[in-house]
T-cell receptor, first 109, second 114 residues
Framework: GIQVEQSPPDLILQEGANSTLRCNFSDSVNNLQWFHQNPWGQLINLFYIPSGTKQNGRLSATTVATERYSLLYISSSQTTDSGVYFC???????????FGAGTTVTVRA | GAVVSQHPSWVICKSGTSVKIECRSL??????MFWYRQFPKQSLMLMATSNEGSKATYEQGVEKDKFLINHASLTLSTLTVTSAHPEDSSFYIC??????????FGPGTRLLVL
């Protein structure tokens, strides 16, 4: 199956700092989503971004499909940004999303 | 945005009992629903995929007689953990896909089997 690698595995930030999370994948995909799992377990959709760049408030994401990676940017981090960030991808001939191991982000006040 | 609900959010049961978890897509029709299991500090593990009106497709290693899935309508799927044992304790998450590509997740159900 497709391999999805996320880095770094853990990230500790001071409130107000910026950060970049990376997702590498091993095959061509037609679906890539970023999720934030909050401390209560809810997965929140951040971006559907199989290619290109999108922005939503303090978050933005870029996927370079030809080079098989995606980046999630968090600017001016807040304590509410804490949680686990997952990247998930799907190939065109596949029925399921393949998840990375996640990046655990801790934002300290 | 699309909303997926799950009920119950918490369940504690005795070993040997069966537990049913409901997953509903509240504002869209879900042609495909997914059930995941997540252990602490780990990623999501897909258990099965269900399409409305047809039998679920289980991932390798998942016991179909232990985890019964029914996708009765375009807005409802249920997961029944039969004869639950302590090793079935986990966080179960359902997900639904719209006619597009985006997949949305429910808030999860924490199961504790004593």
């Amino acid at each position: 199956g497709i391999q999805v690698e996320q880095s770094p595995p853990d990230l500790i930030l001071q409130e107000g700092a910026n950060s970049t999370l990376r997702c590498n994948f091993s095959d061509s995909v037609n679906n890539l989503q970023w999720f934030h799992q909050n401390p209560w377990g809810q997965l929140i959709n951040l971006f559907y971004i199989p290619s290109g760049t999108k922005q939503n408030g303090r978050l933005s994401a870029t996927t370079v499909a030809t080079e098989r990676y995606s980046l999630l940017y968090i600017s001016s981090s807040q304590t509410t940004d804490s949680g686990v960030y997952f990247c998930a991808v799907r190939r065109s001939n596949d029925y399921k999303l393949s998840f990375g191991a996640g990046t655990t982000v801790t934002v300290r006040a | 945005g699309a909303v997926v609900s799950q009920h119950p959010s918490w369940v504690i049961c005795k070993s040997g009992t069966s537990v049913k978890i409901e997953c509903r897509s509240l504002d869209f029709q879900a042609t495909t629903m997914f059930w995941y299991r997540q252990f602490p500090k780990q990623s999501l593990m897909l258990m099965a995929t269900s399409n409305e009106g047809s039998k679920a497709t289980y991932e390798q290693g998942v016991e179909k007689d232990k985890f019964l899935i029914n996708h009765a309508s375009l807005t409802l799927s249920t997961l029944t953990v039969t004869s639950a044992h302590p090793e079935d304790s986990s966080f179960y998450i359902c997900s639904a896909r719209t006619s597009g590509e985006t997949q949305y997740f429910g808030p999860g159900t924490r199961l504790l089997v004593l």
